[in-house]
């Protein structure tokens, strides 16, 4: 069997040493974002952590893939760290159980060693290991990333060059896309069309395997199309349409079931089966055959099945005719071959339900008539025209007379663009009063029906098939007349129902007849050619296209087929990332507008033009630049240029920089903050650990990078990606502070608004302060003088973070008020001299002095009531005797040691009597 390799045409297969570049991207939009509580356990088969995975691996191109788990507990956090054979580290990881199995690349010949701390709660040293990694060269591989498939032949796929020595210490076996194995040994035979995957592996003395390598290759015919079918299933009596997804034309085969023999059953674009041509109910497979210019030694062949499924089926016993034409003692009895669903009688208005096989029903006291029997089951209909006829000759002792009408038909016939209908003429030669007729074809029922001209003649068009006619007269029902009409075949060709234009399409009516064409464009214009030849259309909208006969076909009707064509549409693609699970390996989609995926002719291109993959999906086997093609299919060439893109290393770690502040009586929580990449955060989940390092979670703080916390312990922060895949976590512990003491502040204070030396408020030992005057920050010092009378509010900050707030207000003591007499009356109590004072002054002295200077009266007080008067003074001099009438000067000295102010005051005084 020769070996048939395809670069770069139609389907590419890429063998993939599965390098897992782990994508941590999705597509923008609305999906629930995974939680840490939400990920299924990875592995339950060990309570305690252990590195499991292979300890030697092979290399081949380049590099190689070894996938190791830890097991471990729900909530367990686990750190990764491989280095190679030089000792550099190249790969860390941290996280939980997103992280409980990861994926290791292997590019260098030696030795790695893997490395495992475990944390479980807040013990970081709950478990520790490291394990060897033997890295070996790998063999020689020789797979092809795509291999032909031609009809008739097998494809040899190769695993491993024959030439290699090292052939028999693997163990090689191929299986199918869902797993299933297929075969072993280094090459394998198919027939089959599809991806093939294999694995190989070494086996040692000991029977351990290492060195397991898989990949894939794509087994497909040079041009990519599928066959569609109108149903999967049909009914005896009923047809199917077979035709393709891409305008091909070629070979169609049909066979019953997968052991009987092929035959050809036509060609074209598209087939038609009828039951009546197939060989009874069962499987059908049908297979399309059709070559390219690129290939034309390989046959491109797909092939599809469809079942044919049995009707339901009766015996009907006609047991008594009619006397005659008028007696209704007619029946018959009806007995089925299958279970059914339902039976029908529409001219008995009789409808009936399940009933089963061998079951026997009678229907007596019939008229003469013909009757549609109608079964169904599973979807499937059988219609059994029943002919009950009367007796003839009657035996009824006086049956009405008749006249037999003449009764003629015409089969159908050609006309200029096609087929001309068949007729029945019926004629009785005389006038009919009152007459009705019913035409039921064969198998389907009722055709046609109504009442016969008062003349007596009518005629009735009909297509090729059988029919009965039942004429009735006067409520007598005449013999019922088979009638058949004959078939005019046509030329046989096809052309695609609907097309789409790109630029162009060329367009060859399919057909085996020597057929003269005519071709109507969309704007009228007529084009003619002859078999063999091609049309070019370069219009959108309705085509007609005329076929007919020439030489010794010449005899068949002509046809008209109509079709439509359209331009294809404006489509639009881009390459997106879809990853469905994290760390899975880089995957793209198509996001496609204009045309469904279905209707695309997908490409994609490495750096070099080489094609690497031809399905929705696309995993790229690297980094590096790609680009995506897409051409729709069902037309001709369409200019869309390429759209290129970057793959690159996603995103699997970012920096989770966390602080806390601590837990204050007021407002009695503490802060913790989570500094980190945002925009590659889509969600953040927070953990509790108490100081027994029981594990609560946090949801009311789902997303938040700041939270407000009220009990001390450890706080854990995860952050996950929009994929819902975890890219970092770190933890943080929060206590509760120790310096509880607020600021020490009287509700009032006063200030001087004179010079004074008064000392600032010092309300205790704190990290920060901020003096506030009617909510405008007038100080940050350590100790605040107040200078203006209102609304102070402190705010101190302890070391821990602690924030306490007071308020005060002030009044200025400096500010009083003075009021004494300018005038007394000797002798009159009433109106002696005295002094008011307000606020602010707590020592007063008064002097009262002559004209001449001399002392005459002197008094000290500390003890001031405000509002009341002091110092009062009833005109007795510091000598025991009245003061004379006449003016005198008054000094008062008004103190407040406390302020550290003295003010002088002076005045005259008038005493009279």
């Known amino acids: 069997m020769s070996e048939k390799a395809q670069f770069p045409n139609w389907k590419i297969g890429i063998f993939v040493i599965l390098i897992s570049l782990s994508a941590l991207v999705s597509k923008a939009g609305k999906s629930e974002v995974t939680k840490e509580s939400m990920i299924p356990h990875v592995s339950t088969e060990f309570a305690e952590p252990k590195i499991v995975g292979p300890d030697a691996l092979c290399v081949v191109f380049g590099q190689v893939v070894g996938t190791y788990s830890a097991g471990g507990d729900v909530g367990d956090v686990y750190d990764w760290t491989v280095t190679n054979p030089a000792g ?162 070629g070979d169609w085969f049909i066979q019953k079931g997968f052991t009987g023999a092929r035959e050809l059953a036509g060609q074209g674009f598209e087939i038609e089966f009828e039951s009546e041509d197939l060989s009874g109910p069962g499987l059908y497979i049908v297979t399309f055959q059709t070559t390219s210019e690129e290939y034309p030694d390989c046959i491109s062949e797909r092939f599809v099945g469809f079942e044919l499924l049995e009707s339901p089926q009766a015996t009907i016993s006609i047991t008594e005719q009619p006397d005659d034409c008028v007696l209704t003692n007619g029946a018959f009895d009806i007995t089925l071959s299958t279970d059914v669903d339902a039976l029908y009688i529409p001219e008995l208005n009789y409808t009936q339900g399940s009933l089963s096989s061998g079951q026997s029903i009678s229907f007596p006291d019939l008229e003469p008539k013909v009757y549609s029997v109608v079964i169904e089951k599973a979807g499937c209909q059988t219609t059994t025209l029943v002919q009950l006829d009367s007796k003839n000759p009657p035996t009824s002792s006086n049956p009405p007379s008749q006249t037999p009408p003449t009764i003629t038909t015409t089969d159908e016939t050609c006309s200029p663009n096609g087929v001309v209908s068949g007729n029945v003429n019926v004629q009785f030669g005389i006038p009919i009063s009152n007459g009705t007729y019913r035409i039921l074809e064969k198998g389907r029922g009722l055709t046609d029906s109504g009442e016969i001209p008062a003349n007596g003649e009518f005629q009735v068009e009909l297509k090729d098939g059988s029919y009965l006619l039942e004429i009735n007269i006067d409520g007598c029902t005449y013999p019922i007349e088979e009638i058949e009409i004959g078939d005019a075949p046509q030329v046989n060709f096809t052309v695609p129902a609907e097309l789409n234009i790109c630029e162009t399409f060329v367009l060859e009516p399919d057909t085996d007849q020597d057929i003269s064409f005519t071709l109507t464009y969309p704007d009228g214009t007529e084009e003619s050619l002859n078999s063999g030849q091609a049309f070019t259309l370069t219009e959108e909208g309705e085509y007609t296209i005329f076929g007919e006969g020439n030489g010794n076909n010449a005899n068949l009707c002509p046809k008209i087929i109509e079709f439509s064509a359209t331009f294809s549409k404006s489509i639009s693609f881009s390459p997106y990332l879809a990853i469905d699970k994290c760390f899975d390996p880089i995957r793209f989609k198509i996001e496609l507008q204009g045309i469904s995926i279905e209707e695309a002719s997908i490409r994609w291109f490495n750096d070099q033009g080489d094609i690497v993959g031809r399905a929705p999906e696309f995993y790229p086997a690297g980094v590096g630049l790609y680009s995506l093609l897409v051409q729709p299919l069902a037309s001709g060439y369409c200019p869309v240029d390429p759209v290129e893109f970057e793959v690159v290393a996603p995103i699997t770690s970012v920096p989770m920089n966390m602080a806390a502040t601590k837990i204050c009586p007021l407002p009695s929580f503490g802060v913790v903050t989570l500094t980190t990449d945002e925009e590659e955060v889509a969600n953040t989940e927070w953990i509790y650990y108490d100081s027994l390092n029981n594990r609560q979670e946090l949801p009311e703080f789902l997303g938040q990078f700041e939270i407000e916390v009220t009990n001390p312990g450890t706080y854990e922060a995860v952050a996950y990606n929009q994929m819902g895949c975890e890219i970092g976590r770190n933890l943080i512990a929060v206590e509760a502070s120790t310096l509880l003491t607020p600021p020490q502040l009287d509700d009032t204070y006063a200030i001087c608004s004179k010079k004074n030396t008064m000392e600032g408020i010092n309300p205790g030992d704190y990290e920060s302060y901020e003096w506030y005057f009617e909510n405008e920050l007038v100080s940050t010092s350590s100790t605040y003088k107040p200078t203006l009378v209102g609304e102070y509010s402190l705010t101190v900050t302890t070391i821990d973070g602690c924030v306490f707030t007071d308020s005060f207000t002030t009044y200025d003591a400096c500010d009083f008020q003075v009021v004494y007499p300018n005038a007394m009356v000797i002798g009159d109590s009433n109106r002696n001299f005295g002094v008011i004072v307000s606020e602010g002054v707590t020592e007063a002295s008064l002097y009262i002095l002559n004209r001449q200077g001399a002392l005459i009266y002197q008094e000290d007080t500390q003890e001031i009531a405000y509002e009341t008067p002091i110092l009062q003074w009833d005109g007795m001099m510091l000598n025991g005797k009245k003061v004379p009438l006449g003016t005198y000067v008054v000094v008062l000295l008004l103190r407040n040691p406390t302020y550290g102010f003295e003010e002088k005051l002076t005045g005259s005084l008038l005493v009279i009597e």
Request: proline share 4%; charged share 15%.
């Open 88 to 249: 550099e580290v190249i790969l860390t990881r941290s996280g939980g159980e997103q992280l409980e199995t990861i994926q290791v690349v292997f590019s260098e010949i030696g030795t790695y060693t893997i490395a495992l701390q475990v944390r479980r709660g807040t013990n970081f040293n709950y478990y520790q290991e490291s394990k060897s990694v033997e890295v070996q060269k790998g063999p020689q591989l020789a797979l092809l990333p795509d291999y032909l498939l031609c009809a008739g032949s097998a494809t040899v796929l190769t695993a491993l060059d024959p030439s290699s020595s090292d052939i028999s210490e693997f163990t090689i076996e191929w299986k199918d896309i869902d797993g299933n194995l297929l075969g072993t040994g280094n090459e394998y035979l198919t027939y089959s069309a599809g991806y093939h995957l294999v694995e190989l592996y070494r086996t040692g003395a000991n029977g351990a395997q290492s060195c397991l390598i898989t990949g894939s290759t794509f087994v497909g015919p040079p041009i990519d199309f599928e066959i569609e079918l109108s149903s999967t299933t049909f009914c005896e009596g009923g047809t199917i349409e077979v035709g393709l997804d891409t305008p091909l034309t």
